[in-house]
Each structure stands twice: as C-alpha cells, then as structure tokens.
C-alpha cells in the first residue's frame, strides 16, 4: 500500500488536470452545446414551421439528454466544418458526414446512426453511363467532400483516365440542381441526398454506385478529453432503445422510400395549370383553421389532383371528396363547388385533428389525423390499440403506420371495435401528401430565388483531373 499510495495521488492529479473542467463539463456550464453544420435537407434548413433537418432535430434531442440549450453553427462549405471541430470553434460536427480513414485522422467519430450510399447522377437527356470510363461530359462534387476524396482514390487505382472538378462555392443539393439544368453532367451525391431532392428535380437519374455504403456520424475532438463523445454514445444507446432514432429516421426519410416519377412530374404539372385557380381558397381555409395552406393543397391533389368535378366509385365528390353526410354536417350544399369543398374540407380536417390526444406532438398529429380524416377516426383508433399491444407507440405515426394494414386482416380485425378497413389506403394517403407537401413548400419558396444561368467561374476550387 505505502508504494502505491503515491502513483494513486499522481493518477488523482493527472484526472483532475489541475482542477480545468473536461468538455463534458464546460458544455453544461456554459449551458449550451456548440454544433457545427451544413445548410441542406438533410441537415438544417429553414422549414414551414421552422428550423428543422434530420441533423438539426438529432443534435437537438442530445443537448436536450445533456440538460442544456443547442447552438448551431453553419459552415461556408464542407471543407470548414472538421477545422471548426479541431480548433474549438465547435463541440461537435452534425453535418451529414460519412467516416472516412482521412477524415478519422484528425477527429474522432461517434457513432453511426444512418448508413448512405454514394451514388452517380445525371439527368434524363444525358446518355447514361454504366461505370466511371463510361463518363462523356463534365463531372463535378463538393470541394472537400468525401465524394471529391472517394473519386481522388478511384483515379488512382482504378480509373486513371477520370476527370472531374470541386466545386468549394456550392453544395451537393445545389450540384444536383445544376445537373437537372443540364449546367454540368454528373455529380455524385449520398443517397438520402438524391431521394430528397428528385422529388424536387423528377428528371434526375441514379446511374451506378460509386462506392460501398458508407456510415455517417458526429465528429468530435480527436484529443485525449472523451467525455463528450462518451456522453453521445451512451446518448445513442438511449435512442435506439427507445426507437427515438427510428422515429426520427421515419419523420425525415419515410415518405421518400418511393419515387415516382409519373405522378411527381404530373403533380408539379398542375401546380402551374391547375393550382392558381384554387390557391384563393386554400389560403382562405387555412387562415380559417390555422392550418399551412399547403398541406391543404396537398390533401385536395391527394384526394382529386384539384378537379372539381372529381366523383369517386363509392360517391364521394369535389376537390376535397367530401361524402353527402359531411356536406350536410357542416352546412353546406355544394360538393363541387371548389370553395365549399376546400372550407368545408378543412374545417373536417380540424375537427379530425382535435379529436387526437393533445399529448401528440408535430408532426405526429397532422399525420395521425390525415390518417384518421382517410380511413375514419375509429379505425384509427384500432391501429392505435393494436400499436400499443403490440409495444409501439400509439402516439408515433411510424409506429402506428406499421399496424394500419393488419386492419384488413381477419386475425387482427376481430380484436378491434371497428372491424374491417383497407389499412393500407390510409398509410399511402398519408406519405403521398406529406411528398406533395414538400414539393409545395420547395415550390413556393422558389419564386424568390435568383437561378443561376450557369456556374460560376470563381467556385472551382481544383482543375480538371
């Protein structure tokens, strides 16, 4: 003991640091943790109801595990973000970034929460190419991207004749727009990148993967304090027990699973020919109940792709198909006339919204009720039930989605007061509005955005390979 007495005090001393307090520490004191990220869909963007993105609400959530408030930062360009983390300037980076062995050198990654994929594309129009010798045309990624670094490696072990440019002015979503307007040929961009953004841009295409699917996670400091990084991963063991993470992968990702090109072409067709006849209407609704007019507008395509003449085979009719019980519920006494339709509609809607337990929270409401105002409120409430029995959460529409189907099934329909729906209409009536939805939102806030007629010279950060 007399020999190991010292080395103890010596080992007390090391740990304390002379009295400093470690990361985890002055983040709590100072009461806010410090987040480094990128603008983008899905990272952080300003939203209809506000600042949002998949990295935004994660990092959110773990400043709320830590007790303290969420400061973000936005980096110029992807190049910035991991000297932010080194340098202090950030505690952590949330900003959609895949773990490479380069990048792992200076930082220290946490862990994995989603897995992505680097993919080439081009759009409708551009020959099609099957690998990256088959290229005819102008290649360009994000400077300081792991795209740029990916295709360094490519060039030169497999591909020695590959050109391709960085760009450090611009980012991946505003590449993928400069592809769609045929200002370069290819990009290449992750996954959940592409998916976002061809509900915008339809003609985009997805030639090839480039790459194995990669991890994306939060960088920390690669120095010896850990206790930070030691708190988000006990953080992400928490979230993942509790489908937190899973729910939120579902309120970012989950309508997306599909594209359809045909109806996503159409439906921004009709934004243009039939939508400004309407809008008047949907705006006055919406002031009338509260509600985004375009989640309005995204429930009438939805239900008549805005045809007022609309008449479904069991007899519902109008912009909104409301059925003759509810045109004479609500006082009115024209289906097809498309501003009753859309008042009328939107009052239901209300009325189906409040009946939700106010417990629920956004966006989890607004999907539960689009659910309940397709399928009926008492067949949404079986799903609920049977959500709950089975150990989901009946207030979380990822859970719920998974139980609306069983409903036409005799095994499960039995259990419930209601019996017999056609779960899987809700489900697909739902996810359908909250793509319009999005695409509406995109839409509206073009109208204010100067395009760019081409690249700007002043934005390539390297020559061609």
């Known amino acids: 003991m007399p020999r190991l007495a010292p080395l103890l005090l010596i080992a007390i001393g090391l740990a304390g640091c002379n009295g400093q307090p470690n990361q985890l520490q002055r983040v709590k004191q100072a009461g806010e943790l410090v987040v480094v990220t990128r603008e983008g869909h899905t990272t952080y963007y300003k939203g209809p109801h506000g600042t949002t993105g998949f990295e935004y609400d994660l ?56 897995t992505i994929t680097p993919e080439l594309v081009y759009r409708v129009g551009t020959p099609e190419p099957d690998n990256l010798k088959d290229l005819n045309g102008y290649l360009e990624v994000v400077a300081g991207s792991s795209h740029a670094a990916l295709l360094r490696r490519l060039k030169s072990t497999q591909y020695t004749d590959l050109r391709f440019a960085t760009n450090k002015e611009l980012d991946s979503d505003e590449l993928l727009y400069f592809v769609w307007e045929h200002l370069i040929d290819y990009t290449v961009a992750d996954s959940n990148e592409v998916a976002v953004n061809q509900r915008f841009y339809p ?48 309120r970012h990702y989950g309508h997306m699973k599909e594209f359809d090109y045909v109806g996503t072409r159409r439906f921004m ?27 309005l507008a995204a429930m009438g395509y939805q239900e008549s792709h805005w045809d007022p003449k609309a008449v479904s085979p069991t007899g519902v009719k109008g912009i909104m198909m409301i059925t003759r019980k509810t045109m004479h519920y609500l006082g009115l006494d024209n289906r097809v006339d498309p501003e ?3 008042v ?14 106010e417990r629920v929270g956004e966006p989890d409401r607004t999907w539960l ?52 729906a056609r779960g899987r209409e809700p489900v697909r009536y739902v996810e359908n509005i909250r793509s319009y939805y999005d695409i509406l939102v995109w839409t509206t ?18 020559p061609v390979f």
């Open 340 to 342: 009753q339709s859309i």
């Open 445 to 462: 806030k073009q109208d204010d955005k100067p395009r760019p007629e081409d690249p700007p010279a002043l934005a390539i950060d390297s």
């Open 203 to 250: 003609e985009l295409r997805v030639a090839f993967d480039v790459g194995p699917p990669e991890k994306l996670a939060w960088a920390f400091p690669a120095g010896p304090d850990h206790s930070l990084y030691r708190a988000a991963v006990k953080f992400f063991n928490v979230i993942r027990k509790d489908h937190r993470l899973d729910q939120l992968v579902e």
């Open 59 to 114: 990092a959110g959530q773990f400043a709320d595990y830590l007790g303290v408030k969420l400061k973000v930062k936005v980096a110029a360009s992807v190049a910035d973000i991991l000297p932010m983390v080194q340098n202090g300037a950030a505690d952590l980076a949330a900003a959609g970034l895949t773990v490479t062995p380069q990048r792992a050198k200076g930082v220290r990654f946490g862990p994995s929460y989603y």
């Open 269 to 295: 067709a009709h934004i243009k020919k039939r939508l400004p006849a309407y809008e008047p209407f949907f705006k006055r609704a919406a002031r009338k109940t509260g509600e985004d007019w375009r989640l």
């Open 369 to 420: 009720a689009l659910a309940a105002y397709n399928v009926g409120f008492g067949h949404l409430e079986d799903a609920r039930i049977l959500t709950q029995r089975q150990g989901g959460d009946p207030d979380k529409w990822v859970d719920v989605k998974q139980r609306l189907p069983l409903l036409s099934h005799k095994k499960w329909y039995r259990r419930t007061e209601h019996g017999y």
């Open 344 to 357: 009328g509609g939107a009052r239901y809607f209300e009325m189906v919204k409040k009946k939700i337990p």
